[in-house]
């Protein structure tokens, strides 16, 4: 006698092509880069399968703020663990190719000792370019709170900077 309710694997398939350009918009809106969000696309669906083992996932309604919160935790995740991040041009076109490299490279160490929570807004703000209303939508956060860290974590950064000139 056959089930009435849909196996695993049809329940995966299913939410699969229901959710995977939403889940890829999503995840290259964070990370704009196509080969990333193709993964964090794989990575999800790799999630929602094993909440659909735990039988945490029974149907394939209402699941748009559960992909949304897995994707935004990968996207976030990935920048965290991405140590390779290009930076967009913040120098003034006078300095040379050299001081450019190494006034990055410098850049780059003081946002990497930022502490973690000032400097996922950092990223996320002025090199992802994202609005203040996305940040704080992203990380579940109040606008106003992700405002003040953008301000401490400019502040830290500033005195990072200026700690490591003298």
Known sequence: MKSK???DNDLLKEIYLNYKQYIYSVAIKHLNDESF??????????????KII???IKSCHKLGSLIRYIVRGLCVDH???????????????????EDTFVSRLIFNDAINKLPEKYKTIFIMKV????????????LSLNENAVRKRME??????KEILVGDNE
């Open 79 to 97: 920048i965290r663990k991405n140590e390779k991040i290009v930076y967009r041009e913040i120098f003034d076109d006078e300095i040379k190719t």
């Open 37 to 50: 969000a193709e993964n964090i696309v794989q990575d999800t669906i790799i999630v929602i399968r094993g």
């Open 5 to 7: 309710s849909k196996s």
């Open 54 to 56: 735990k039988k945490e």
């Open 152 to 157: 401490r974590a400019k502040k830290l950064l």
């Open 127 to 138: 090199l992802k370019d994202m609005s203040y209303s996305e940040i704080a939508r992203d």
